[in-house]
Structures are given as structure tokens and as C-alpha cells.
């Protein structure tokens, strides 16, 4: 793909990701983080939420990933297919994890709220953003490249991030609500 042409593809993915990131933290509608405490009880194991979560996230993030990748540091097919590869397994365990321990430790669902989400949100970002920077490094050897890779994955997938927690935490799948 030419440069001017993944310029124009990674300008448009990071507008329509931040759109979204918009949309779902917006003043408007930051009231509506706060769950109705007795509407909802979690009918699933956090073992099995936390794998649901994984899977929802990481489909999003991943492809936004490689897209990035592809638009910042580039390579042949077979570069890409390998990067692909260990963003997703390090992603997968790394977000499994994170969140396992914080649906365990953490505090519980129903005091999920803006500024609870926003601390979560950073955490996450800020532990992932070291992750990010040693495969960009690691698949371009250029430290100026890895450190593009990791400002750009900070935004693009904290506002993944955000998206993923909202439906699931505040909207609620994975619940059984109540009549």
C-alpha cells in the first residue's frame, strides 16, 4: 500500500475511533456510567466474564493494532502476520489478566462510574503502552518508530478500552436484569 494512501487509512481510523471514544464519554452522557445498583446481578463466573471481555476487546484492539502497525512502521506480509501474532497472544494475556484481577480486586460492578472507569482506563493504558513499545521496537529497531506506535495505540485503543468496559460494565451483557 503506498504511503499516501496509509496515511489517508490511519488518519481515518484514528478519527473514527476517537468519534466513538467521544460519543461513549461524553458530558452528556457521563451520568449514565453509573449502573442502577439493583437492576442487575452477574449471572456469570469472573473467570468466564473476563474471557467474554478478552475476546470482545481484543478483536477490536487487534485490528486497530496491525492497522497502526502497518501505518507506522510497516513491513512485508510475513513481518505483519508475526506482529499480528505476538500482539495478540501478549494482548490476550495481558487484558485477561488485568482485568481478572481487577473484577477480583477491584471495586465491585455496581460503584462502576466515570471517574472509576477513567482510573481503570489509565492504569490499563499506562501498564499496556510498555507492551506496545517493546514489540514496536522489537519489529522495527527504531526507537523513535516504537515511541509513534505506543502514542497512537494510547489513543486509538483507550478509546477501545472504553467502549468495551462501557457495554459491558455499564450496559451490562452478561447480566441478567430484572422485571
Keep these: 500500500m503506498p504511503q499516501s494512501a496509509r496515511l489517508r487509512f490511519g488518519h481515518g481510523l484514528i478519527a473514527v475511533v476517537l468519534c466513538l471514544g467521544l460519543m461513549v464519554v461524553s ?3 457521563a451520568e449514565t456510567l453509573t449502573p442502577d445498583p439493583g437492576s442487575a446481578t452477574t449471572d ?4 468466564q466474564r473476563t474471557l467474554y471481555k478478552t475476546l470482545t476487546y481484543q478483536a477490536v484492539a487487534n485490528l486497530s493494532d496491525v492497522a497502526l ?3 507506522l512502521i510497516g513491513g512485508s506480509a510475513a513481518t505483519v502476520g508475526s506482529f499480528f501474532a505476538a500482539n495478540a497472544l501478549s494482548a490476550a494475556a495481558l487484558y485477561y489478566g488485568f482485568e481478572y484481577a481487577w473484577q477480583s480486586l477491584g471495586p465491585p460492578l455496581e460503584e462502576t462510574d466515570a471517574a472509576v472507569l477513567a482510573e481503570k482506563t489509565v492504569l490499563y493504558r ?3 503502552s510498555s507492551r506496545n513499545f517493546a514489540l514496536g521496537y522489537t ?5 523513535a518508530a ?3 506506535f505506543v502514542v497512537a495505540n494510547f489513543v486509538t485503543d483507550s478509546a477501545i478500552f472504553v467502549g ?3 457495554i459491558w460494565d455499564i450496559l451490562g451483557p452478561g447480566t ?3 422485571d
Design 176 to 178: 441478567v436484569h430484572e
Design 139 to 143: 519489529f522495527s529497531g527504531n526507537v
Design 126 to 128: 499506562v501498564i499496556n
Design 27 to 29: 458530558p452528556a452522557r
Design 164 to 166: 468495551n468496559e462501557y
Design 146 to 148: 516504537a515511541g509513534g
Design 69 to 71: 502497525y502497518n501505518l
Design 44 to 47: 456469570l463466573p469472573v473467570w
